[in-house]
Every structure is written in structure tokens, then in C-alpha cells.
């Protein structure tokens, strides 16, 4: 996507204020929409200080600060995207929504316009038949905290053509993102594993386990800042559960845990404490149960061809800054070590094929 386009972006909460503040930085012209002024007002106020901030911690210039905001267009008028080269979609996560956002946006933009999603948990497929000239669209999903977190997942859907995927490397690449190309899929290529690590820990606290400990073990084994159950109550569990059923309809291994239902829906928080140590063959064997739900998880999507092994660790170190990488980690321990841990979830139907690049 050439510097000269000008980007749209739809819906100016959480994700697309920082999406349209990413791509303003790094040099394109941005129109910020959302069908509420205040909406749009606050997300821009929101972008000048962020700006703000970077200046005075010195990782910007005033100037360059100054520069990227006025790249920034306040938008409450579709109409306004008219000349876009590429319209981002980050509205509320509801499929009509959506859909009918993109029949009145596919009358606007030019049939050459790349027009993206930045759904979470819809298909891009289902999506697609709303789009006129759905070979221009796909799916761009961003990790929280969009303007910093520097994954991408490119999603490619069935009618996505090789040019529109070019296009959108071309603009990762331009704003800085690391991208991972993977086909339209429930979870992409990230989440697929990572609902399922969060489910498994809930899992574990079902069988009788103790959600402090769990949090110390993971932080350890996992090289991560805080484990699973930290990190649910820092988005809210109920987004967990939400994500952990929209993958169940693949079957029981994604289906949420008993635990996890009862915390989602009761908006509770899990309050985990942290034990000051952990015995070491204890830490191991929650470590290796949550190796063994990402491995499950990493194994049936590389058998789908949902993203390549390299793809899914960078997901890991880059999205969710682990130090345990799922095909790194399976290549060094090897096949059979591999499949002692994922062994639990295969009873009674077959391993997947790809247990064999390990
Ligand atoms: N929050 C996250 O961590 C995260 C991460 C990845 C993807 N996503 C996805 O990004 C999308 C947006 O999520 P969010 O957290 O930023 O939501 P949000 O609620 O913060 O923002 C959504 C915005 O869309 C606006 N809006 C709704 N309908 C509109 C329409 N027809 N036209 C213009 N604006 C409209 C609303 O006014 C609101 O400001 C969702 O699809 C979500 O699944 C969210």
C-alpha cells in the first residue's frame, strides 16, 4: 500500500483510534470515522496525547508528533472515505453490523479499494458476501494495544486475491507490524492456541488446582509477565469465555470449562495470588498441560493450513511475548515427546498429520 493512499479508518473505540494513530505515525493520511462525533472527538483527543506522551519520553520528535496528527481527519460521514485506498473496519463486533456497513461502504470506495475487517471472531468469508469485489477483501487483525503491539494476522479469505494480500503486507511492513499470513479460520492463527492456554488453565483450577500457583508456573515456563488468569482479569474473563465459545463449535477440546462459564458469565474476577515459590515437579506438570492445549490447538490448525510453524511462533513471541515458542518447543523435545503431550486430547480419534514435521 503506497505511502500516497489515504487509509479509512471505521469505528473510533479502542482498536480503531490506535490503529488510525499506527498508521498516521508511520507517514499516511488517515480519516478517522465513527457514526458518533463524540466518539470520533474523544478517540482524536485521545491520539493528541498519546502523541504527547511519546514526545515527552523522547521516543518522538515535537514536530514528527505534530506532523502524524495533522495527517489525522475526524470523520463522521462514510461519504468522507470516498477516496480511501484502504478502509479498515473496527466497529462493534456484530455480524448485521458489519455486514451492512460494507454493502453502503462497497458504494463508495473504488471496486480497487482494499477494504478489511478487523474481526476478531466473525469469518471473513461470511463477511465477504457483503463486499462488492470480494476479491479486495480480508482481514486485518490487530493485538491489543494496536499503535504499539506490533502483530498482525493477514487473513486471506476464499475469494481474497494474491494481489489484495500484497498489498497488505506492503502496509504492515509500512507501519511497522510483524505480519502473519493465515487463512480465514476460527481464532486465525493466534488466538486459535491462545483461547485454548487460557481454557486450559481454567481446566486445571476445575480438576482442583490453584489459580496463584498456575499464574507462578506459567510465568516461569512460559517467560511471560503475568500467567492466564492475571491476564484474563486485565481484559475481563467474560472476553475469554466469549472468545473460548465462538472456537467450541469445533468441538469438545476448545469448549469452555466449567470454571470459566461460571467466572464469565457472574462478571467476577479470578483474583489469583501469587504463591511466593512453587515445588518444581508441580510447576512442570502444569507447564507441560498447557504446552500440551497449544500444542493440540498449533497441530490441528497446521493440518488445516491455517498459518505456517514459523507464523505461529512469531505469534507467541511477538503478540504474546512468550519465551516458549509451540514448534520451536515441539521441534526440540521431538515427535514423541510431542505426542505424549498432547496424547490426552486424541483419545478415540486420530493424531493430526503434521505431528510428523516434529
Ligand atoms: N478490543 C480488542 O482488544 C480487540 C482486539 C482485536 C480485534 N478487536 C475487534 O475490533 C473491533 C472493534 O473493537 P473495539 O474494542 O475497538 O470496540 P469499541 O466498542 O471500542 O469501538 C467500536 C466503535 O464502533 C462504532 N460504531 C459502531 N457501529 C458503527 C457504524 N455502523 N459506523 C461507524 N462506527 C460505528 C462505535 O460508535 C464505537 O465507537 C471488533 O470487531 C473487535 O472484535 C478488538
Known amino acids: 500500500m503506497k505511502l500516497e493512499s489515504v487509509i ?10 490506535a490503529i488510525a494513530q499506527g498508521a498516521a505515525v508511520s507517514g499516511y493520511r488517515v480519516i478517522l470515522n465513527d457514526r458518533d462525533a463524540r466518539v470520533v ?17 523522547g521516543r518522538m520528535g515535537a514536530a514528527d508528533a505534530d506532523a502524524a496528527f495533522a495527517r489525522l481527519t475526524p470523520s463522521t460521514s462514510l461519504a468522507d472515505l470516498v477516496s480511501c485506498g484502504l478502509v479498515i473496519e473496527a466497529i462493534v463486533e456484530n455480524f448485521d453490523a458489519k455486514a451492512d456497513l460494507f454493502r453502503t461502504l462497497s458504494a463508495i470506495v473504488s471496486p480497487q479499494a482494499l477494504i ?20 479486495r477483501f480480508l482481514g486485518l ?12 494476522e493477514i487473513v486471506r479469505g476464499k475469494s481474497t486475491s494474491s494481489d489484495a494480500m500484497d498489498k497488505a503486507a506492503a502496509f504492515a511492513k509500512a507501519t511497522a507490524k510483524q505480519a502473519i499470513r493465515c487463512r480465514d479460520a476460527y481464532g486465525f492463527a493466534v488466538n486459535r492456541y491462545f483461547v485454548p492456554y487460557l481454557n486450559e488453565a481454567a481446566r486445571l483450577l476445575d480438576e482442583g488446582g490453584n489459580a496463584g500457583e498456575i499464574d507462578l508456573a506459567v510465568v516461569q515456563g512460559f517467560g511471560t509477565a503475568v500467567g492466564p488468569f492475571k491476564l484474563m482479569d486485565i481484559s475481563k474473563p467474560v472476553i475469554a469465555l466469549h472468545a473460548c465459545r465462538t472456537l467450541a463449535v469445533m468441538g469438545p477440546f476448545y469448549a469452555p470449562a466449567t470454571s470459566l462459564v461460571r467466572i464469565g458469565e457472574s462478571g467476577e474476577l479470578w483474583n489469583a495470588e501469587l504463591p511466593a515459590s512453587i515445588d518444581p515437579a508441580r510447576a ?4 507441560q ?7 493440540t490447538a498449533v497441530l490441528e490448525a ?18 504474546l511475548q512468550w519465551t516458549w515458542q509451540p514448534c520451536v518447543g515441539a521441534r526440540a523435545i521431538g515427535r514423541d ?22
Do not use: C
Open 289 to 295: 498441560r498447557l504446552q500440551g492445549a497449544v500444542l
Open 337 to 358: 515427546a510431542t505426542e505424549r503431550l498432547v496424547a490426552r486430547h486424541f483419545q478415540g480419534r486420530p493424531l493430526p498429520r503434521s505431528l510428523q514435521l516434529f
Open 8 to 17: 479509512g479508518l471505521i469505528g473510533a473505540g479502542t482498536m480503531g483510534a
Open 41 to 57: 472527538e474523544r478517540a482524536m483527543a485521545q491520539i493528541k496525547g498519546s502523541l504527547a506522551r511519546a514526545v515527552d519520553k
Open 116 to 135: 478489511a475487517t478487523n474481526t476478531s471472531s466473525l469469518k471473513v468469508d461470511d463477511l465477504a458476501a457483503s463486499v462488492s469485489s470480494p476479491e
Open 284 to 287: 512442570a506438570t502444569i507447564v
Open 141 to 152: 487483525h490487530y493485538f491489543f494495544p494496536a499503535a504499539v503491539n506490533p502483530l498482525l
Open 302 to 319: 497446521l493440518d488445516e493450513e491455517v498459518a505456517a510453524p514459523d507464523d505461529f511462533d512469531l505469534g507467541a513471541r511477538i503478540g
